[in-house]
């Protein structure tokens, strides 16, 4: 049985940010929210999976605030202005965590390392690692929702060797798959 089968109203979202809610800027990073662009449809998918999940967390990796190339207050500008965007439109984000750290740095809170899906347990202890799903676009990110023991969602859009429980083209196909899933569940 797919994992999609057995979501309910308790489970847990995590969701990578570049690349699965925004345009992943090609060798820079997102540094100001005018340089913040929704990927189409991440708004619509992100209302549609908060109805279907008890806690949407995203978990993200800033090493541009480590390496000086934007400031800590500029990163809450654009997760402030994300969630703004993102409950507009009937969407909900219960926390937003990110690692502004540089690689190889001690404690190393970078994914693919658990750091910050313990920390939202801390916040959250009725997170249960076994009934939450990791969506990312990158092996880290996969890496990541594994060594929590999460079930892991990969966007991609072209054929890639990263093993994930699913592969899919964006937020959106989620959002339908887990949909049809539940319309078919409550018959």
């Not at 708004?43 to 990796?61: D, W």
Request: hydrophobic content about 40%.
């Amino acid at each position: 049985m797919s994992f999609i089968e057995q979501i309910k109203p308790d489970w847990s979202l995590f969701l990578d940010r570049d690349g699965v809610i925004n345009v992943r800027p090609v060798n820079d990073y997102v540094k100001c929210w005018s340089d913040f662009e929704f990927l189409p449809g991440a708004i619509e998918a992100i209302a549609s999976l908060s109805g279907y999940f008890h806690l949407v967390f995203v978990v993200t990796n800033q090493q541009g605030v480590g390496k000086g190339l934007m400031k800590p207050e500029a990163l809450q500008e654009i997760h402030s202005n994300m969630m703004k965007h993102i409950n507009e439109a009937g969407g909900r984000l219960t926390r937003i965590y990110s690692c502004t750290c540089l690689q190889n740095t001690f404690p190393d809170c970078r994914k693919p390392s658990p750091f910050m899906a313990n920390q939202a347990k801390v916040e959250f202890p009725q997170i249960n690692f076994r009934h939450s799903v990791m969506v990312g676009d990158t092996l880290t990110d996969m890496q990541f929702g594994k060594n929590s023991g999460m079930h892991t969602v990969l966007v991609s859009s072209d054929e890639t060797n990263i093993e994930a429980d699913l592969i899919v083209s964006d937020l959106m196909e989620l959002a339908e798959l887990i949909s049809k899933q539940q319309k078919k569940s409550s018959k």
